[in-house]
């Protein structure tokens, strides 16, 4: 079992920066990846980073790749994003979900943990 808790989302500017928290808690984290998606209204889920618990690789969606990081604090068993040069089309809801594999995956019903969200605006 797997919780986790999303926060930091705020109403930002268009080309501000912001910094996502998603605290994790659980077993055997190092067997997990765990992912941001992002949410508009009236579109599908979609995969923006992930990070993988024990070697700390990385995969960014194409929309974020230059602009978000996501990186991981050991300490606190919390993994951020990043977000720089914010754009309007950015705004959504952010997700942190978890998946027990060694590969990782970029749609939303493969994973079996979510978090409740954190909403990010961005006024243009």
């Known amino acids: 079992q797997v919780q986790l808790v999303e926060s930091g989302g705020a109403l930002v500017q268009s080309g501000g920066s912001l910094r996502l928290s998603c605290s994790v808690s659980?077993?055997?984290?190092?067997?997990?990846?765990v992912t941001w998606f992002r949410q508009a209204p009236r579109t599908e889920r979609e995969f923006v980073a992930a990070?993988?618990?024990?070697?700390?690789?990385?995969y960014y969606g194409d929309s974020v790749k230059g602009r978000f990081t996501i990186s991981k604090n050991n300490v606190g068993n919390t993994v951020f994003l990043q977000m720089n040069r914010l754009k309007p089309e950015d705004a959504a809801v952010y997700y942190c979900?978890?998946?027990?594999?060694?590969?990782?995956?970029?749609?939303?019903?493969?994973?079996?943990?979510w978090g409740q969200g954190t909403q990010v605006t961005v006024s243009s």
């Open positions: 979900a978890a998946r027990q594999a060694r590969s990782v995956a970029l749609t939303p019903p493969l994973y079996g943990y």
């Open positions: 659980g077993s055997a984290l190092s067997t997990y990846w």
């Open positions: 990070i993988k618990w024990d070697t700390e690789d990385t």
